[in-house]
């Protein structure tokens, strides 16, 4: 039974001990409600419709336009590509590394999401990009402990985001414990409290070529 409340002054659509699910507004149209009945972690925050397709278009247009590496998981190297800016990592490695600025043209959206969820855009220092080919997956994780809140922004085509509790006793799960969401293109989602911290998250082998700005913020030493 789902229960009607706000979240940073905005109207919100919120599952019972779970997430937040919610439409942002299409251009030209009235403000829709997504109807899901997917539940979704704590602390997992999103919505449609974040940009419109003509900026999504351009986006894609300046992505594809920089220079994009294979991702790399220590001697592995996955089908997706990616380039990071602020700081960057490597698997296998106990640091993070400074990287170039972040492109101009990430700039006004950065500034956007960060209104949305009600964080300093500044405090977004650090940013991915991710294309995933057709075919290309992501292996059930949680993002390094280095970063704080994880911000998303998909493009190009849909995805299914899938979340289990994480066990460092075990690695096998109930996979009828897992609790999954379509994310469709030109949406954003905010990973914070326990979806960052207690569940991991995968994406099956992606069916059309898609692409991901990340944007996080940096955890403070303890």
């Known amino acids: 039974m789902s229960e009607a409340q706000t979240i940073f002054g905005r109207p919100v659509q919120l599952f019972a001990g779970h997430g937040i699910i919610n439409s942002m507004p299409r251009v030209n149209r009235e403000p829709r409600l997504f109807d899901v009945s997917a539940r979704v972690p704590d602390g997992f925050v999103y919505h449609q419709d974040f940009i419109s397709e003509a900026e999504e278009h351009e986006l894609i247009g300046e992505i594809q336009g920089l220079h994009l590496t294979p991702f790399k998981y220590y001697q592995f190297t996955g089908k997706r590509r990616t380039a990071s800016f602020g700081w960057q990592y490597e698997f296998g490695k106990?640091?993070?590394t400074t990287a170039p600025d972040m492109p101009a043209f990430l700039l006004q959206v950065r500034t956007r999401a960060g209104k949305l969820f009600n964080i300093d855009p500044n405090s977004l220092t650090q940013t991915s990009i991710i294309e995933y080919s057709i075919g290309s997956p992501i292996g059930w994780?949680?993002?390094?402990p280095h970063f704080g809140v994880v911000?998303?922004?998909?493009?190009?085509a849909a995805c299914r985001m899938r979340f289990h509790k994480?066990?460092?006793?075990?690695?096998?799960?109930?996979?009828?414990?897992?609790l999954s969401l379509e994310?469709?293109?030109r949406s954003i989602y905010l990973m914070s409290g326990a979806s960052r911290e207690i569940w991991?998250?995968?994406i099956p082998p992606v069916k059309e070529l898609r692409y991901s700005i990340m944007l996080r913020t940096l955890r403070a030493k303890p």
């Open 94 to 96: 106990s640091e993070i």
């Open 151 to 156: 911000v998303g922004i998909s493009l190009g």
């Open 166 to 178: 994480y066990d460092r006793r075990s690695k096998n799960f109930n996979r009828d414990e897992i």
């Open 200 to 202: 991991q998250h995968s």
């Open 141 to 144: 994780h949680r993002d390094i």
């Open 183 to 185: 994310l469709q293109p």
